[in-house]
């Protein structure tokens, strides 16, 4: 079972920056891929970045050139520097692991971090 840990939420004014962490633990096989995805209020979750175990990155258009995933495998953390903050930005930020065990994929969220952008 892998465990996620989240830290680095907050509130923040509008053009400022925060960085998330997402450390993973527990009984790891293999990582695909390590990712942050976001949920507003009245909306769905949608993905906001991606980073594989080869280091393909994947972000939103949304927040392309703002943010920037990146990841220690040493440590299993991935993090998600967030610049340029905007009030869209707005949402619970949800960490989000793939693990290739025995073949097959298992995937595992972690229990999520407001980041609050004022205007």
């Known amino acids: 079972q892998v465990r996620l840990v989240e830290s680095g939420g907050g509130l923040v004014q509008a053009g400022g920056s925060l960085r998330l962490s997402c450390a993973a633990s527990?009984?790891?096989?293999?990582?695909?891929?390590m990712g942050w995805y976001r949920q507003a209020p009245g909306k769905q979750r949608e993905l906001v970045a991606k980073?594989?175990?080869?280091?393909?990155?994947n972000y939103a258009d949304s927040v392309k050139g703002r943010f920037t995933i990146s990841r220690d495998n040493a440590k299993n953390t991935v993090y998600l520097q967030m610049n340029s903050l905007k009030p869209e930005d707005t949402a619970v930020y949800y960490c989000n692991v793939e693990e290739q065990k025995w073949g097959l994929p298992y995937a595992f969220w972690g229990q999520g971090t407001q980041v609050t952008v004022s205007s």
């Open positions: 527990g009984s790891i096989f293999s990582i695909n891929y």
């Open positions: 980073i594989t175990s080869s280091g393909t990155l």
